[in-house]
């Protein structure tokens, strides 16, 4: 479904991502890892249209899609749920949600079905989301990016700062989507939660990819050991 | 002095009419403009062209006019200013002034240093008055009161309450966010600014249906529709409204005091403004608050 | 990391600049009388647009109202002749006065962003031109001539009309090279094309713009005091016309905004456009307008940029070539 193949971005002269590549397939659902500032966030705006890329190409279902604006991505069924929820905090949690319809997708997913998905959110339905707890606004988050009815759907630190019950009920609530066949790539720091949730796990360092297994082929030690670099040997042909 | 207070405030109808373009296209696409003016003036002689060659109501021709100049927004934002946003803040400014001295000149090239007025196509509207309480209060100044309270309005209710007005405040709050939610970063500016031309086509209609206006006018108009803005706050075209009202009092105190104190007393007027602005409320008015923010974003990621 | 100034071409271009000053000095004793004139407004443009230069292209504020310190600076010679003080030292304290008026003007004004800072000037130069018309000496819009000037006969006076402008000319260009080559200069040129190489200098932005202003108000003043010295008659409307600007603005986006070598080249070739098209009245202005505007979207840092990258030369070395760093430090300009 999503075809990345030797990606560069760069911060002025900072090489954030560094030929990264990876083929994710449909109903894949991926975490990952890796510590701060080893390029995962910078790789999924990048992958969703936020960053221009230097150099490598993106495929998203057959389709290139490396110079296409974010918007079309969108409209072609990638979406993101940003790092720090970045939602229109002056604007109501129905509004934000409605926004999330714009590129009007054909699917499941309407306003009534996230309300019952997060039901948390009914009662704060006309609130501002400036003033939304935290779990409230990463529950709006996700939902405004469910709205465009994505077939794949990104998902960068969804359990920062909300506390473990919350996370228990976004991940919850997240694990329908799984089993409605959504392919899912998200960064998720816990790394126990990650790999109970996810199919495969790829671990990034320094820019680049340095471990891409399927979950159950791997373990705790191993994924340790690539995201704090120890592995050095193995770094060259992963990646 | 009762009186000067009412024509004060038919007046900044006018200025909140020609400022409310401007603050709309300073909200959603952060730039300033400069052309304002200068388009302003433009649909004035458009419309002085229609009503006078077709023998029409100016109240018709600026109808006319509406769409044409909503064309001309869309094509300056997609020729112009699109280009020039990408080279940074500066260069918005710059092409804008470029902008503003290509249709000034071509203006006068075409309609010569004559002053034109729409009032003579307007009949007996152009100088009937109502009396209240003893005051006589022109209509047409009353109309162009009523028009500037229904543009800004309108574009109010659609900021509000349509899918478009969502997808412009969110566009306008936080641009990178807008685009992976899907908005089309592209089709909102080129709507917006066809918005701001439409509304600039009023004004420009308004200027010359209650005076006189000539191919050098861009200049002071543009200057009058940033004050307004500036006093009026820029965050709200309510604000904007008000702020037109406010430079057209600072005004009229300013030709009480001086009879060359007309311009002054707006110009201070907005002096205090800024300093009021930059010493007690920076953020909002300088945007530091908001480019920060996007900033930060942009180095977390 | 070093800083590197001077270049293979800027010993020739010393002897150069020797050469033509030591020219323009012994002008007189043969030029006509036609040719000086024209060179003292050539002065006078090549001072405008060095000013807007380093308030636009090293300090990176775009101003639409320098016509307020070029207004002002003509204003205020006529008010100083009028104590019965020669007009020639009458031009250098106006433009001190005007210099240190700016200091107040800067310490607000630059607070503002972008296209509100260039309103914002616009605003204030029309203020300058409202007060200034409430002078009773100034007559309002009628104006008034520089009587001073009359005390000299005409063959002198032109001749050190000449000398005034040239001499400005000079020493605002050479107060100019040493100002971006100072520390702050420099640190001014990194921020312009490289937001993080400038942190590494440290130096307080904010601080040198002030210096920038001040000295763009210093020097526009000048060339307003200059041009009443060359025109004898100064009428309001027209020193506080936006046009002065539109011509900086002009100049400098053709001739190389941020290039020391881009507002000579710029003002020489406004000097010329104008010789030549003046005289089409209207279309002369479209052009100008539509130049600059085409100029600004795609040829951002005009001819002087397009042959510095080009040939890779640079005449003046006000600029800095950073070595030591990593080759591709200087590809990607903001």
Known sequence: ?239 | MMNSLVQAILLGGYYALVACGLAFMFQVMRIINLAHGSLAILSAYLVWEITDALALSPFVSVLMILPIMAIIGLLLQRVILERATKGGELLPVLTTFGLAIVIDNLLFQQFGANTRSLSPYLGDLSWESYEIFGLWIGKLPVIVLITAIVVIGGLDLILRFTPLGRQIRATAFDPDTAGLVGIDARKIAGISAAIAMMTVAISGTALGLRGTFDAYAGGPQLLFAFEATIIGGASSLWGVFLGGIILAIAQSIGALIHPQGFLLGGHFMFLIFLFARIYFNRDVFTLKHWFAKRNKGEITA | MKIKRSNAYSKVTLYVVAAVFIALILLPSFASNNVMERLTVLFIYIIMAAMWNTLAGFGGLISIGQQLFFGLGAYATIRITNMAISPFVALLIAACLVGLLSWPISTFMLRLKAGEFAIGMWVLASIGHLLVNLDPLIQGETGISLIALNQYAIESRRLLIYFAALVSMSGLLLGLFYLLRSKAGIAMQAIRDNEEAADSIGVDAEKVKKWFFIFAAFGTALAGALWLAQASSFQPKTYFSVQWTAYMIFMVLVGGLGRFEGAILGALLFFVVETWFAATGVWYLVGLGAVAMLCSLFFPKGIWGVIETRLSITLIPVGYQVTGLKPDSHSKNK
């Open chain 1, 1 to 239: 479904m999503l075809s990345v193949s030797n990606l560069d971005v760069r911060y002025g002269q900072f090489r954030a991502v560094q030929g990264v590549s990876m083929e994710i397939a449909k109903g894949d659902v991926v975490s990952l890892i890796g510590a701060n500032g080893a390029g995962k966030s910078t790789l999924l705006r990048a992958i969703a249209g936020a960053l221009p890329i230097h150099s490598g190409r993106l495929l998203f279902k057959q389709q290139e899609i490396t110079n296409t604006s974010s918007s079309s991505r969108v409209q072609q069924g990638l979406s993101l749920v940003p790092e720090g929820r970045r939602l229109f905090s002056d604007m109501t949690v129905e509004e934000n949600l409605l926004l999330g319809s714009t590129v009007k997708r054909s699917g499941d997913w309407n306003i009534e079905r996230i309300f019952s998905t997060f039901p948390n959110l009914v009662k704060r339905r006309h609130a501002k989301t400036g003033n939304l707890s935290g779990g409230e606004q990463q529950a709006t988050a996700i939902g405004r990016a469910l709205m465009s009815n994505p077939d794949f759907l990104i998902l960068d630190e969804v359990s920062l700062g909300l506390s473990p019950l919350v996370v228990n009920q976004v991940y919850d609530s997240m694990e329908s989507l799984k089993d409605a066949g959504t392919t899912i790539l998200l960064v998720e720091q816990d790394l126990e939660r990650a790999m109970r949730f996810s199919k495969r796990t790829i671990c990034m360092l320094e820019g680049r990819v340095v471990l891409d297994k399927l979950t159950s082929d791997t373990n705790k030690e191993e994924i340790t050991q690539a995201y704090f670099g120890l592995h050095q040997s193995s770094k060259q042909e992963v990646s």
